[in-house]
């Protein structure tokens, strides 16, 4: 059993936009036991997507068609699916009244053209859509002899998310065989790859009934485990007692066992030890603080703090002596721990945290390259200053460095 | 002429990760006035491949593979294409020695596995990767009486990219004909799109030989424009003058008429005028801050400012009276100008940007809801403030406040 996905949208064919919905359409057709194995991006042509339709129909079991079902002549999937199963398209009056009666409640005429949306290929399921005017449409049909589901649903995403889990997941369940799966995901944070994938490949290679896969992303690694067993419970026991091994193996990066953000953690152990956190930002110029603002309920432990990015504010927020500055250097072990302190005393937090670095592409030095930066972070009784050296791009050097002030904290915090 | 991409792994249909090298192509792509009709992402099974790429030598005429060259037994693509194109491969003599020496610099012994990478389809050329082991493969054959361009390329984005552009782009160039294209992208802030459409459509429609593309994101509105013609300077005229009655048409929205972002719009603005900024966020949390440190030489002007995420530190670091607050509430005109000019006193900038609100998903009240965003902007002598009521999630309503901002300060900047 697996599926295909096919979007449609001339749109994604630019290098500007790319196709968003599949990756949410897979997530939950994962959670059902289906895998994707074929993803399609094709635009409004019809003859492109009849016979797209019917390659999809030749491999794939599952077939989910995302756009092309808006009131315009662009709009071109209701036609091309319906020929590439050789069916017939009727106009459906129960559908037509209702688009004329969402119509009427804006006090509008319907345009001629959006009748098409009551188009209906025949012996379809129509899927209502509670955000929008394009209805989806459920076949559930055998094609060349073998039983295949076929998804139309509306391009936008949130037309296509509510529809989805609200009309395509309870006629999935029912249409699938029952499946007992188990997933679970673990965080962890500056280990590379390379090492994490050594540490514990001997470990999860005994596990050939879960499915493991390494994600990285700077300064983070992701474990997704996931399993089908012949129960539930069974399916549970395999994940968790593999989760269990690698989480021993490699405790001191793990920071998230049930797949919380470093953000979240960070937050949810200040507030679990009734602590709050001021942070002093040079180089990364805000992108600490607006990742932990970016969690709904932050301000229970996070006070805010400052963007010291010139060293005028070093001196006028954190109180970082200006003969400091000048004779280490506003990139140094010193500046970082003062920023720390600084902060932290100036607003009252309990804990303090500095930064400080060469975010480039310029103002490197031999002395001081491109992609150095120091952290500190203070409790008041003690200042801990971090020297790390990244490489890449301005934008992951910051981001780096926002990782590694937030790992400072949970490492802290967790002890 | 059109071309077909193919994305070859595994991972890339998970919920977790998504073909991104195929943006990078169709902008290349496009650039030499190919367009790209069909995407196709799937898996490492053979049999997959090899049917894939009979569909795409059937229906395009370019078909550029990234992916699946590496020297594991699931890297497949060398054999699927050799099939689908009946032909032989061979194992490159030139191309395994260069294997061999690669390892030898690094004194490491070449895994046999490795050696699978010096296997070349007949009658391919070798396309050199200066970044990684794998090298790529270029194929100019007639399959089924039509010219087909078939290009092989490895899968990391550190390796496609040059080898794209190095390797890639003169050969094809060379067998394409000549084309005169043109294209211009105008950026506007704060206009619906259905506005920005309904206004311009009667101008761009004039204008069949330009193609017309609206983008929009939070706040945003992008117009991209794109044309052929048998001469370089007939397409520059066109696109120009196109480019000139929508600017014409929606001048008090557009702030960029050659691509800048409005981040870089604004620094550009205040180092022109050799001004200073400073800024105090509250429900932002740092990102208005973040996004404009995220330019490169923005400490030019761009002096930082605080995150005052609590009360305490609205009045710490702004001078905003408590009573203010008490009386008011931290989300209230008020306050928001007593940080533009708090800010702008305590740094010594020019100009300073308050900004309180409330971004959710919790703390809305009737009068107070969720998406209601005080801006202001002080210069010393007036302080203009904006009330803006926005909806959608926590980072919409935060990416949106920060984009109100960036556009004050442009169209203050820009009179």
Chains 1, 2 share one sequence.
């Not at 042509?45 to 019917?54: C, F, I, T, Y």
């Not at 390494?214 to 067993?229: D, R, S, V």
């Not at 956190?277 to 432990?301: D, K, N, W």
Request: aromatic share 4%; glycine share 8%; proline share 5%.
């Amino acid at each position: 059993m697996n599926c295909e996905i096919i979007a449609i949208g001339s749109e994604m064919l630019t290098p500007h936009r790319q196709d968003t919905n599949s990756l949410y359409l897979t997530s939950r057709l994962n959670a059902l036991g289906v895998p994707v194995a074929f993803k399609t991006i094709l635009g409004d042509k019809r003859q492109h997507l009849v016979d797209a339709a019917r390659i999809a129909l030749s491999r794939a079991d599952i077939v989910v068609f995302s756009g092309g079902l808006g009131p315009t002549e662009d709009d071109l999937t209701r036609e091309a699916v319906a020929e590439a199963l050789g069916r017939t398209i009727e106009r459906n009056a129960d559908v037509l009244a209702g688009l004329h009666a969402r119509f009427a409640t804006r006090r509008m005429t319907m345009p001629e053209n959006n009748a098409r949306q009551a188009d209906v290929i025949a012996g379809a399921e129509i899927l209502p859509n509670a955000k929008g005017t394009a209805p989806g449409q459920w076949i559930d049909t055998v094609h060349e002899g073998l039983r295949k589901l076929v998804l139309l649903l509306p391009g936008p995403p949130g037309e296509i998310k509510p529809m989805f889990d609200e009309q395509c997941v309870p006629r999935l369940k029912a249409a699938l065989p029952e499946r007992y799966i188990a997933r679970r995901t673990l965080r962890l944070a500056m280990i590379p790859e390379s090492q994490a994938d050594a540490r514990t490949a001997p470990i999860y290679k005994q596990y050939n009934d879960v499915e493991t896969t390494i994600l990285a992303h700077f300064g983070e690694i992701q474990f997704h485990l996931h399993t089908e067993q012949t129960s539930l419970s069974m399916a549970q026991e395999r994940v968790d007692e593999l989760a269990g091994r690698i989480e021993e193996e490699l405790e001191e990066f793990l920071y998230s066992s049930q797949g919380e953000s470093l953000e979240e953690i960070v937050l949810l152990l200040l507030d679990m030890r009734g602590l709050t956190l001021a942070v002093a930002e040079s180089c990364t110029g805000g992108m600490l603080s607006q990742r932990l603002t970016s969690v709904s309920g932050s301000s229970r432990s996070f006070l805010g703090g400052a963007v010291v990015y010139s060293n005028q504010l070093k001196t006028a927020f954190a109180d970082v002596p200006p003969e400091m500055i000048e004779q280490h250097g506003a990139v140094s072990r010193q500046v970082a721990q003062a920023l720390a302190e600084g902060i932290r005393k100036r607003t009252g937090a309990t804990l303090g945290v500095g930064i400080t670095g060469v975010a480039g592409p310029t103002g490197g030095t031999p002395e001081k390259p491109v992609g150095l930066v120091y952290l500190a972070l203070s409790d008041g009784r003690q200042t801990e200053v971090k020297e790390v050296r990244t490489s890449g791009d301005r934008e992951r050097i910051r981001y780096y460095a926002s990782q590694q002030a937030l790992d400072m904290l949970r490492r802290k915090l967790q002890v």
